[in-house]
């Protein structure tokens, strides 16, 4: 799935001691309901960007992780903004969170995933796409 936008790929974390740059078009574009996303954004659903991690730079300090494999996230360890998130099973790929980008606004949601997991009080009606479980591939029966 290829994203058009006219913006720069930059982003950061809240104090700026993490930046990052894509050097080429995001790859993905998503909501997740799932409750490991809500609990590491602390909102009812998290949204991301993906992009080919050859194709990314970070600056600044590296930041740090956490997760249980294959899944590990990143955060600013000066002011604990999340950054992004690794799927070990697709290591060539790395989502930012969609409010860690510079400009948020280019990067419109194309699917909603894990919906069997979305909040009942939470609903956004834009008539996307709405997966049972994930949204980026994975190999064949990995599904979380």
């Given amino acids: 799935m290829s994203i ?42 998290a949204a991301f960007v993906g992009f080919h991690t050859e194709d990314v730079t970070f600056e600044g300090e590296t930041g740090s992780t956490y997760g249980k494999a294959p899944v590990s996230r990143s955060f600013c360890g000066t002011c604990g903004a999340p950054i992004a998130y690794r799927d070990e099973r697709i290591g060539d790929q790395i989502f930012f969170m969609l409010g860690a980008m510079d400009a948020p606004e280019n990067y419109p949601p194309r699917v909603h995933g894990y919906v069997r997991e979305q909040l009942p009080f939470f609903h956004i009606d834009d008539g996307l796409p709405r997966m049972e479980t994930m949204t980026a591939p994975r190999p064949s029966g990995d599904n979380r």
Avoid at 33 to 44: E, F, K, L, T, V
């Fill in 4 to 45: 058009e936008t006219t913006a720069s790929h930059t982003g950061g974390c809240r104090c700026g001691a993490i930046r990052f740059e894509a050097k080429a078009e995001p790859i993905y574009a998503s909501y997740c309901h799932c409750s490991d996303c809500r609990r590491a954004s602390g909102a009812p659903a």
